[in-house]
Every structure is written in structure tokens, then in C-alpha cells.
């Protein structure tokens, strides 16, 4: 079947530290991976994502690689600031079908 | 370019009751799903439309159902409602329905049901 797991949150980090978010998956196939991040009171925005094995999908300053041998899509960011604060979710789509997310981890920066 | 547009954003609603929502997509874009977040259960999958067809259902009961107009607007409605249905309704319009492109999520419609 097709599922992803998240790492549990929340996550508290100070101004600039570096972020890594983990996200393994199980899916039929090879599916699209994503990262989207809700803000509070709002929708998901889709913040990146990867299409095939060893693609890097990066923005505003996050990145993760679609890493096929070990099924990870792992979110990183070198320093985190007070407006990153939100929850992500981590999802992946295989073929023409929905989208199947993680739990979601919240992260919390403080100045 | 306008977003998806969810209405109303904030509901609150008897149990038995029905209730209706609203989704319009992005313009051009054919393909609508919704979703259904609560704490307990994350983002859980309801249906999507494509072209006025339900392409794929997740595993909902009955009382969840939808439908998709020729100008791609959708609602779902909700029958009987439970105490349980209360959670956030994400709608997300797409191009298409292929595995690489992108879903664009609403804002989302906010349903209490006490």
C-alpha cells in the first residue's frame, strides 16, 4: 500500500538552527513526493517537491532529496527563522491518484 | 490569478443535519479532491472529480458525497451529520491528474457540529 511516516513533533528551534525534518514512504511504484506547509488558520501550500529518484527539490531555502534506496524524502533547511513556524506535511502521489500525507510536524522558532 | 476558493470558511452545524461546501478551482483546472483533516486522523482523502466524473473515493461512508459542474466548481455535502465529521474540508484544484502535477489546496471550510 502507499503511506508516509513523519517524524513526530513538535520541534523547537532557536533562530538560524538548522533544520531536518524526516519523511520515509511506502508506495506502489514510483510516486512524486512532496512537501507542503500549512500556516496557522490556513490551507497547505506546496513548498517542493521531486518527481523520480535522486531529484532535489528545493525553495526558500528548504531542500529534500528523493533518495529511492532508502525511501526517505527528508526536509532540510540550514537556518531556520521566527516566519518558517508552521506545521509540515510530508505526501506522496502515486501515479493518477491523491495525494497520501504524513501526520505533520510542527515546528516552532524562537528568536 | 485567483486561488481556490472555499465557502464558507466557517461553519457550525446540529447533529442529523446536512450541510453543503463549496470549492472553486483555479481557472483551468479540471481536477478537484477533497480532503478531510482532523487532529486524530491527519489529512484523509474524501473523493476527486475530473471533468464532472469521480475518478477516485477514499474510504468514507455513504453520507459523504460530492459532485463537480461543467465549470469545474465542486461541492461536497455531508448527510446526517456526527459529532466526529466536525474537522477542517481542504478542496485542491489541478490541472490534471497525473503524478507529477501539482495540487493547489483552499483555505479550507472550518465545520463544528455540536
Known amino acids: 500500500g502507499n503511506s508516509v511516516t513523519q517524524m513526530e513533533g513538535p520541534v523547537t528551534l532557536s533562530e538560524e538552527a538548522f533544520l531536518t525534518i524526516n519523511c520515509t514512504y511506502t508506495?506502489?511504484?514510483?510516486?512524486?513526493l512532496f512537501w507542503y506547509v500549512q500556516y496557522p488558520g490556513e490551507g497547505l501550500q506546496l513548498l517542493l517537491k521531486?518527481?523520480?529518484?535522486?531529484d532535489k527539490g528545493s525553495n526558500k531555502g528548504f531542500e529534500a532529496t528523493y533518495r529511492k534506496e532508502t525511501t526517505s524524502f527528508h526536509l532540510e533547511k540550514g537556518s531556520v527563522q521566527v516566519s518558517d513556524s508552521a506545521v509540515y506535511f510530508c505526501?506522496?502521489?502515486?501515479?493518477?491518484?491523491?495525494?497520501?500525507f504524513g501526520t505533520g510536524t510542527r515546528l516552532t522558532v524562537i528568536p | 490569478k485567483a486561488g481556490v476558493t472555499q465557502t464558507p470558511r466557517y461553519l457550525i452545524k446540529t447533529r442529523g443535519q446536512q450541510v453543503t461546501l463549496s470549492c472553486s478551482p483555479i481557472?483551468?483546472?479540471?481536477?478537484v479532491s477533497w480532503y478531510q483533516q482532523t487532529p486524530g486522523q491527519g489529512l484523509q482523502f474524501l473523493f476527486e472529480y475530473f471533468s464532472e466524473t469521480q475518478r477516485n473515493k477514499g474510504n468514507f461512508p455513504g453520507r459523504f458525497s460530492g459532485r463537480q459542474f461543467s465549470n469545474s466548481r465542486s461541492e461536497m455535502n455531508v448527510s446526517t451529520l456526527e459529532l466526529g465529521d466536525s474537522a477542517l474540508y481542504l478542496c485542491a484544484s489541478s490541472l490534471a491528474t497525473n503524478m507529477n502535477t501539482e495540487a493547489f489546496f483552499g483555505q479550507g471550510t472550518r465545520l463544528t457540529v455540536v
Open positions: 508506495a506502489t511504484g514510483y510516486p512524486s
Open positions: 481557472s483551468g483546472h479540471r481536477s
Open positions: 505526501a506522496l502521489k502515486p501515479g493518477a491518484n491523491n495525494l497520501f
Open positions: 521531486a518527481t523520480k529518484a535522486d
